[in-house]
Every structure is written in structure tokens, then in C-alpha cells.
């Protein structure tokens, strides 16, 4: 996974245009990505989609024709989705468009203009303070003409059309954990999902944040009654601990495995209420459609000083954290693919357990002791009511614990499932 | 509010009498109070009206023919509904009918005996211990015979039928904060609405205790179904901080209206369960009518020492406590003016609030976030199912940004209120 | 009850033979219990009932002939249910079938084979360690054979059909807090209840623990939709604070009955949910049945080191926790005797209890106050929706108070019962 970011890492991606492109042919080499484009012009709900951007080259020369500002060295460095523009001005009038952030004095700030036309460049305070006064030359060969906005969509059938989705945005350029680490976790996610045998269909979205996930509800809204359980994917590869940012219902299945897993990590965590300010659980989650869609990342956006500037690079972004993430979300998808309710098929009194080789024959004291309490916890709440999650939660047993009690109580007759 | 209580201090006032009527007539100098008369004999629900009670004079005077205790220094001497009565008897007889302090002995009681005929006198522990064996003349011109029960009540007429509640009892004799305070608040809150355009209408209420909510909720039965929200006024001029006892309900509109505006005080406050003791609450949220009733207090009765005595004086209220009291009054009815349910019209995705002029165009940076998150939570919650109050509860931001927040989006045709 | 415990110390029980008889004889002493017999081989829900068990003697003998384990000296030496054996063998193999507490030597462990044929002896540790290599005589005069599982059975008719049930287990040996005072318990309650006028019907089970109440369950299954409250009685006479395990359901009403005696105790306690392992609430809280029966003890089974041993004896029982454990049990039933809704006749405000003698004719100042507040609180939430325990709780006032209160109420014609 940190390979992957690595390889995407030096793509200047925008909510359109060839970095977009670029990125998904890498992707397309772990996973069989759809690649789909949708028409500048298109109307999307209350948006439309806009002219697609593309950028060659972008500097800023001194009166002595040095490059001060120089988009080859970062493309952090040029506000993304700047009209082109080739002209000389003072440095007073320079510096109208000009962005640094003088408490990190070395690092480039990521600033965008996407829906209002105009161009700038962002670099180290350092830089900014150096620049004397004079005459500078300012050049930014991008075009922003008529295209496609571009995304990536990878569908994997299960028995169910239900569907669970997996999202992360595409859009943002040389920033390593917001968001490549998203898109390499969802990557990695459907790669090895897609060798299993799965109860639901699993969606993985690579789109552009807002407007890409505005067009694909917009174009794909009859099938939303199908997404059963939804997480936004992003900042995933920081040192910090897992944060759960919970669905707009709140309650939802996803909340409940979401928080079971992290219940039972062993790790330190947090749980966040909802709120309508964040990733693309904002246009899963409103009121039009309000579907089960959580975000779980490490720390969250713009709470790390590093969110959205050039120190959010290789170095922050580890591979161990990355790996501990992906455990995270596979244990999700675990909960939500057993989490079946079942039926008693003996539910007055206990069955005779040991007539039936599944009491006291389970190997290991501690274990032995554990797997008893399960055996009788599934046995006593599998009333059609309770799922196995739940069973969990009551009985504060792993899920894992659960789910291997009802799979053996299940093969020795003594569960059905319920039709629900 | 402090001048109205020095103009009302020294009148003598009681469950019925004249000195109900000089208090109500000073009251319509500010607000158009209508007089009720209700006679004696009225049944009212299981009570009956009782004889009006007035009072002249009365001391007792010692063998020298020296006022020991006189009704024209404090209206408190007397025990309140006391009978006519003129007869000399020695000092072990009359401490039979005498009540003092002996923990304040510098305080008169504050007595009554409404239900039982009695006569009796009120004074400081340090007057009792004075007194010298010998023969003392009793006199008490008092009247008790058939007559009025009297009440003020102003109806101010809003947009709606449906009614909010504001009554204070006028009971009490020569005690200010217990209950000229409330008396105050909920005059110059009536003066106040007055002036302005409403949605609800409004009631005010200044009626003796206990009889009177009996008498009022007797006579007005078939208007109490209009009755959406009320507050019983008392105790609001002293030090200590706001007390919100919530109505038998406990989780009615006014409850969370008045927990909502004490949660951003920015002041300490209690809030306290219903419980059926204390003002006329005890009647409006009786099992057989339950109406949404509170009451929003200072130091609750009997959690002072100064109550129920000659120390509840001018010096025990204060203007700004009042000031205080009558604003938090005001906040809760702002509330209950805006709290509406709205219906986002663009409920699939966010709307695009930047061609709309609705988003980042807040001034001031703190401000413009605030309201940018006011408008993103108004947009997620408007699915008919939350207020703006709930909004704000959830959001935990203050009801008035949201609020402004609803207001500008319905301008900008993104909410419409629903019919509810 | 201490005696009662002492009189059946010494008796060897089991789940099945003539222990259990000679135990149930004893306590027709006291109480007028039926003995009823169910053959070998009957078919319970999933069980079979076993073969009856009976033990005449049982020794280990030394090469010289010493008995070194002797089922005379304690039967707790005896694995219960072991099978009849004459025969010699070396230490090596012996030792296969000898159970000690290396933690506490000097105690001898209670265990049992019932499903699963088998023999063998417990001993202390020290006696463990003392044997000698060598060849040893084991003898055990024991029967399995076809026989009946005897159970007692005592039902007190009241009022009502609907009963309240209170069980115990009856099949281990010489133990005394697990179960004697669990027997001892049951038996003076129900002596004592039978000499009161009674609402529900009462019923009371001295069974086998698990295939006891598995065999009543299955023989009375028409019955059990009569219980409406149950409570399983163990391990109540140790020094420990009572634990209350809630039923399945968690808040039905003998869940609140409980831990209102509790909180109202003065006294320590614990409150744990439910849990599908422990003693017979496991066969009642099945889900086929899922009865409101909790279950009511000092120290829980396994809490305590002694649990189990042969120091789970006469010393560890004390006269006096017997007797408070009683109490509560006692408090219990008072709570569901009386816990019934009442309307108020009169609820449009409050009545005027002063002319009923309701009011301030209290005596004692805290006693008065208390009563008065009992007196307002179940007028005010006597709208058929509060049962006097509802009211207790949400006043904070002892049941017992409100009970009073109610009563007086009622007396006086201000109550009516509910119809429900």
C-alpha cells in the first residue's frame, strides 16, 4: 500500500483533468476499474459539472529571470484550478496571489479555486519573505476548456444485490495522507475482497471530492436503495489513533460493527457524532438520501497541522499504520458479511450440549471458557430478534467468538436462519 | 422592574381582599389588565371560593397600654387571614397565637391560615423574648364575609390561537422577591411582547396561589386545550442562579426551549425534575389537565433563608438579577416564536450555496464558520422531522444562529416550512 | 433457618436418590410440600431424566489396609454420581480419579459426573500429597440404576392465578450456602407467606439444579404462562453484599421491585445484568420461555474461594445474613402485592386534603413532610399509567411511604383502581 502511494504521489491531480486519468491507470493495475467521464455541462443535482482543467507547466520569475516559483518542483505550488496566465506585475500586485502559512514557514499550503475563476500560486513563508521588490513574470500554461469529469468505479458481485460501498476522493494532488492513503486502502480493500465469496455486492468508488460524489448519486440514484452500509475512506496512514465519524442515523449496522471493531482492538479510539461538515458522507448522508455511510480514518481532517500542505508528504504516512487501517476495515467487512440473525431451534430450555460434542470438548482453558459463554449467549438471544453483532455488544464477546459459536451451534442443527 | 416592587412593596395583600385589587390596579398603569371578580361561595373543581378577607388595624398591646407588636410598622405581624378579635389575656395565652424565629431573631415570619379560622401575630424572636408577664389587649379589626376572589389576566392575541402561559401569584403581602419579583418579570414581559408581532398568543396570569390556578383552570377549562407552553414566574430577583423545574412532562417544548437558552447563558444553572410541590405548577400539570408547564426561578422557594420573612426585603432583590431573569424570559420566548419545522427543497446533495451568495460570504472569520456550519446542519436536519430547536440541540449551536441560518436559506428558496 | 441448615448438613444429595428425599422429608416439617416422582427415561425437551443414583459407602484403603479417603468422614470425597468400583490398583492409576486444591490444601472440592459415567474421589490436597506409592483399594457401593427424579413442590393459591415462583436447587451435598440457605430461605418464606391473605398465587420449587427445572418446565409447560414474577434463590447466607441478576427482559417489574429493596437496603449491593450461565434462571430465561425471573443472592456462585469446597460450611453460613436476606425477599413480595395503578377521581388539580383530614395531620415533622410529598406524588401520577412503584422511583420515595399513602388515598375515596 505504501508503494502504491508512492507511485501516485508526484501526480498533480484535480477534480478533473489527466491527473485524474493518470491515477486510475495505476490503480487499474491492482483492481479492474471502470474508468467513467461525464460531460462538462452535465447537470448533477443543484451543480453542473465544470470545465475540466489541465496544467503543463506554471513558474514565477524575478526581474533577473530567475525561478522563484516553480510548479516542477511541487505542484502543491500552484493554486489548483488556475486559469492560465502569462504577464509581468510588481511584486505588490504578486503578492494579491500569493499563499504561505507563516507558522509552518517551510511548507507549502494546498489551496484551491475550483468554482470561481482565478489563478495563484502558494509557497513557504521562507520563499514569500525572500522575494524583493521588483518586476516578476508569471506564467501558467493550463487550460480549463470543455471535457469530462473522470472517475473510477469498481463493482464486485456477491449472492445479494445488496450492496455494501466503499468511497475515497481523487482529487487532490502531492498530498500523501489526505488522500492517497484513501485510495490505497480502498484499492488494497477490493483487491483482496474480490478473491472471497461474499453475501453482499461491494461498490468502490475513486471519485473527486463533492463534485464527484454530487454526480454519482446524481447519475446512479436508482441505485442507492441498494447501498446497505457505506464508509468514506481517507486519512489512513498517520500516526494517529481510528477515528469513527458515525452515519447521520447514527445507530445504523455500520455504526455498531464500526465501533464493535474498535471496541475490541485493544487500541485507543474515537467516536464522533455525525455532523454535515467533512468528507463525502455530507452528500451520502443528506436528507434526500441519508444513507448508513460513516467515515472512519485515523486523525481527522484539519486536525493535524500538517492536513492540506506540503508536509502531509511520504514521511508522514507510514506503512504499518496503513496495514493496521486495512485490518480495520476488513474486520468490518467480516461483521457486516456474518452478521445474520438466527433462530433457536430448541428454545425451551437449554439443549443438551455435551450429548452433541459441543460443550467442554473445546480445546484451551481461557479459550474453553470463552467458547462455552458464547455457545450459550448465541443460544439464548437467537430469538429472531437479535443479530449476532448484537449478541456481541450484550455479551461484550468479540464478534469473531460470536460468529464461530452460531457457525458450529448452525452445523449441529441447533440455529436456523431467519428469512429477514 | 425594581420601582414597580418598591410601588407595590408595602401593600398588604392576601388570597383575596383589597389589597389584591390596589396591587392589579397599579399593574394596569402598565400593561391593559382585566379585572376578574369570582364570589365567594364559587365551587371550584373540589374547592369553594373562600370569604373575602380585609384588614385595618390590629396590634397588641401591653398592661402600660404600649404597642408591643403593630400591624402599620410590617403587614407581617399579622398572621395572614387572621379573624376580627378584641380581648385581653395573659402573656401564656397569647404565645399561643404568637410565631417567631428563633434561628434569625431579627426576622419576622411570614404566616398564613387561610383554611382554618384563626388569629395570630408574627415577630421577632428578640420582640417575643421582651414580653413581660402581664395582661395584653388583643386587636385585630379584621373583616372575613362574603365577597370576591380577584384575579388580573391579560390576553395578548397572536397569529395562532394556540397559547403560551406566563402567571405569578399575587398572594403575598410585604415579600419582594417572593413574589413582587415575579409579579414584575411577568408584567414588563407582557409590556414587552406587546409591542411586537407574534405568532402565539399570549396569557398572563396574577392570581393568589393554589386558589387561584383552581379558580382560573374552573372557569377556563375549554380554553386550556390552546395552552401549547408555559412558565410560572417566581423568585427571580435574588443573587443566586437560575432554576428550571421542568413540567410534568419533562420533555416538552418548553422544557428544552429553557434548557437550551440556561446551556448558552454562559451562567451557572440548575435544572430539576418536576415534582408536585412548590407554585401553580402544581395545578397546571395536575394528571387531569398535564399541561407543558415549568417554572424558571432563581433560588428555588425554601432554599433561602431569607423566605417566608421580613428579610425577603427591598435590599434581597436586585435590579440586575431582575434584568437577568426577564432577558432569559424573553430568549425562551424567541424560541418558542422561531422553533419551526422546515422541509429542505433540495434535499439530494448539498445545494451550491456559493452561487447562491450563501456561503462564504459571512463576515468576520470566527462568525463565517459558525454560520457556514449553522446553514450546512439547517440543510441536513430540514426533513420535517427536526425543529430548529432540535437542530441547534443537536448541532449544539446557539438556537439564534440557527435560526438566522434557516432564515436565510428559506429567503434563498432552500427551505420551506412544513404544515405541521 | 440456620438450624434448618444444620439439620440437613450431613446428608448427601445429588440430582437423583434417596438424599433428595430425605431433604424434602425434613422440610415437609415446615411447609406442606408435595413430593412428586418422575421415572428414569422420561423425555424433557432435550434431555432424558437419568438414572437414579444411590450411595451406601465409598473408601480408598492403603496397602495396609487404612482407609485414606472415607465417604463416612465427608461425602464431599465421593465424585457425585460416581459408579459403583471394587478394585485394585497402583497409585499411578488412582491418581487419574483424584481431585485436590492445590490452592488451598486443606480443602476438599465438590465435583460431579452426571452425564458422563465415571468415577472418582476429591480430597485435600494434603491428603493428596501423603499418599504413598503402592497399591490401593477402591471401593465405591453406589447404584445407578432405574429409579425417579424427585422434586418438591408447594403451591400457595392467592387472589389471583397469576403466580409468583421461587425456586432453589436441592442436589448438592453438604455445601450450606450453596444451597442449603438457598433452601432454607425458600422454605421459611413460603411458611411464612402461607399464613398471609395473599393476591398472587405462590409457588415454590426444591429441585435438582438444570434437569430439575428442565423436567418441571417440560411436565408444566400449560403453567408457565401464570408466572409473572420469579426469582431464584441461592448462596444467600455468606457476610457478601446481595447481588441482584436481572431477568432476560431487564426491566420487568420483579427487576424493579428488587433493586428498589436495595437501593432503599441502606446497605452495599450490586446490580448485574442478565447472563445465560449461573443457576436455574438459565432454563426460565430461555428464549422458548423467556420468564421474568431473576435471581436473588449474597455473593455470586464462583465469587467466592470457598464455593464449591468443603469450607462452604457450617462456619461460613451466619444466622444474621440469613435473616436479612429473608427481609428483602420479604420486601419483594410486599413491593408485588401492592404494586398496583390507581386513577385519581379527582384530577383536575389537586383535592383539597385539609378537609379530608389528609393534610397536615400527619405526626413528626419529618415523618409529616415525608407523607405529604408521598400523598402529592401518587395524586399527581395516579393516571393509570404509574404503578405505585413507577411513583416510588420517580419520586425517590421508599415504597413502603407511597404504599401507605396510596392506601390512605384510597380510603378516602381519591383513588379507584385500574382495571388492568
Redesign the interface.
Known amino acids: 500500500m505504501y508503494q502504491l502511494i508512492s507511485d501516485l504521489y508526484l501526480i498533480c491531480r484535480s477534480i478533473t483533468g489527466d491527473g485524474v486519468r493518470k491515477t486510475l491507470a495505476i490503480l487499474q493495475q491492482n483492481i479492474p476499474l471502470k474508468i467513467n467521464q461525464v460531460p462538462t455541462g452535465t447537470k448533477?443535482?443543484?451543480?453542473t459539472v465544470p470545465k475540466e482543467w489541465n496544467i503543463k507547466d506554471a513558474y514565477v520569475k524575478n526581474a533577473k529571470g530567475e525561478k522563484v516559483i516553480d510548479f516542477q518542483k511541487s505542484n502543491l505550488h500552484l493554486l489548483n484550478y488556475s486559469i492560465p496566465i502569462q504577464k509581468k506585475m510588481p511584486l505588490s500586485e504578486l503578492k494579491k496571489h500569493l499563499f504561505s502559512l507563516p507558522e509552518h514557514p517551510d511548507w507549502i499550503p494546498y489551496r484551491t479555486s475550483y468554482?470561481?475563476e482565478n489563478w495563484g500560486f502558494c509557497l513557504t513563508h521562507r520563499q514569500l519573505e525572500a522575494l524583493e521588490d521588483g518586476e516578476y513574470e508569471v506564467y501558467i500554461d493550463s487550460s480549463l476548456e470543455p471535457g469530462h469529469l473522470t472517475y473510477g468505479e469498481y463493482y464486485l458481485p456477491g449472492e445479494s444485490k445488496e450492496e455494501v460501498l466503499f468511497s475515497c476522493h481523487i482529487c487532490h494532488p502531492s498530498l500523501c495522507n489526505d488522500n492517497l492513503s484513501g485510495i490505497s486502502i480502498v484499492t488494497f480493500l477490493a483487491k483482496h475482497l474480490s478473491s472471497l465469496s461474499l453475501r453482499y455486492s461491494y461498490r468502490f468508488l475513486f471519485i473527486p471530492g463533492?463534485i464527484g460524489?454530487?454526480t454519482w448519486?446524481?447519475l446512479n440514484?436508482s441505485k442507492t436503495s441498494q447501498i446497505k452500509h457505506g464508509l468514506i475512506a481517507a486519512g489512513l496512514g498517520d500516526l494517529g489513533k481510528l477515528n469513527y465519524k458515525k452515519s447521520?442515523r447514527g445507530n445504523a449496522e455500520i455504526d455498531k460493527a464500526v465501533i464493535h471493531v474498535l471496541q475490541h482492538s485493544g487500541q485507543d479510539y474515537q467516536i464522533n457524532d455525525f455532523?454535515?461538515?467533512g468528507y463525502d458522507e455530507?452528500?451520502f448522508?443528506?436528507?434526500?438520501?441519508?444513507l448508513a455511510v460513516g467515515s472512519l480514518t485515523r486523525t481527522p481532517f484539519g486536525q493535524y497541522p500538517e492536513y492540506h500542505t506540503s508536509a502531509d508528504n511520504l514521511d508522514f504516512v507510514r506503512a504499518d499504520k496503513l496495514a493496521d487501517s486495512l485490518e480495520k476495515y476488513l474486520a468490518v467487512v467480516d461483521i457486516l458479511e456474518n452478521n445474520r440473525k438466527y433462530l433457536?431451534t430448541?428454545?425451551?430450555?437449554?439443549?443438551?450440549l455435551?450429548?452433541r460434542g459441543l460443550y467442554g470438548t473445546f480445546g484451551g482453558t481461557q479459550n474453553k471458557k470463552t467458547k462455552e459463554?458464547a455457545t450459550?449467549?448465541v443460544?439464548?438471544?437467537?430469538?429472531g430478534n437479535h443479530s449476532l453483532l448484537d449478541i456481541s455488544d450484550r455479551?461484550r464477546l468479540e464478534f469473531s467468538v460470536i460468529r464461530d459459536a452460531a457457525n458450529a451451534l448452525f452445523k449441529g442443527g441447533l440455529l436456523e436462519l431467519t428469512i429477514n
Do not use: H
Open positions: 448533477v443535482f443543484d451543480w468554482y470561481s463533492t460524489s454530487i448519486l446524481s440514484e447521520r455532523s454535515p461538515y455530507r452528500q448522508c443528506s436528507p434526500g438520501f441519508n433457536n430448541n428454545p425451551k430450555c437449554e439443549p443438551q455435551g450429548k459463554m450459550l449467549w443460544l439464548n438471544l437467537a430469538d455479551s
